[in-house]
């Protein structure tokens, strides 16, 4: 079965300092990666993906996240981060060929102090 | 604008009641799912359908019911079987071939 483990609840960082949010799955074969973005009392909005081909990807907002195979890990980074990015970070992990069995970590908590 | 919305945005459910979620998608997306948000437990999958007149239990489906009578709707129905319903309720869909699923704004339950 698969899984994710965002070891992180709540982390906290200056605005401006940089950012990287932890996932760890385990997952048989090659896995469909996900970071999805939450504010309070809001759907979640994906931030970018990872199916194949160059391990670093680019999202929206800055973001960028990393596809460490050896590792089993899948870190969300951003160099400089602004107070609007306070909001709940997840991580969640996909069979290819379906998007029906995506299973998400249990999110992270970011706070940004000015 | 294309997108999902879910209504409404806050459901109070009274003590054996049934109730009833909306979940509305102008995307053209075959497959719709359900979610449940509890705090610190992350998104819990309650069932999923992948073509009109067709659905799937997800891990936690208990108490729940659906239906998939319409490609752009699917309702969630909260029985009285459920005893611990008070969560954030979200939908997502995803387009045939596409792995992404997208989401709408979520509805709050409340139990009175």
């Known amino acids: 079965a698969q899984s994710v483990t965002q070891p992180d609840i709540h982390i906290t960082v200056s605005e401006g300092a940089s950012l990287e949010l932890r996932c760890n799955y385990s997952?048989?074969?090659?896995?469909?990666l996900f970071w999805y973005v939450q504010s309070p009392g809001q759907g979640l909005q994906l931030l970018l993906k990872y199916f194949s081909g160059d391990t670093l990807v680019q999202g929206i907002k800055g973001f960028e996240a990393e596809f460490k195979r050896s590792q089993s890990s899948f870190n969300l980074r951003k160099p400089s981060v602004h107070w609007s990015d306070a909001a709940e970070y997840f991580c969640?992990?996909?069979?290819?060929?379906?998007?029906?069995?995506?299973?998400f970590g249990t999110g992270t908590r970011l706070q940004v102090t000015l | 604008d294309g997108g999902i919305t879910q209504s409404p945005k806050y459901l109070f459910r009274k003590e054996g009641q049934n109730v009833t979620l909306s979940c509305e998608q102008n995307l053209n997306h075959d497959a719709m799912y359900w979610y449940r948000q509890d705090p610190g437990q992350g998104l819990r999958l309650i069932y999923y359908?992948?073509?009109?007149?067709?659905?799937q239990k997800g891990d936690i489906a208990e108490g729940y019911s659906v239906s998939r009578e319409k490609k752009e709707s699917f309702p969630l129905t909260v029985t009285s079987a459920q005893k611990n319903p008070t969560a954030f309720y979200l939908c997502a869909s995803t387009g045939q071939g596409q792995e992404t699923q997208y989401f709408g704004p979520g509805t709050r339950l409340l139990v009175l």
């Open positions: 997952y048989g074969a090659t896995p469909y």
């Open positions: 969640a992990v996909g069979a290819a060929g379906t998007a029906s069995k995506l299973t």
């Open positions: 359908s992948q073509i009109v007149n067709d659905f």
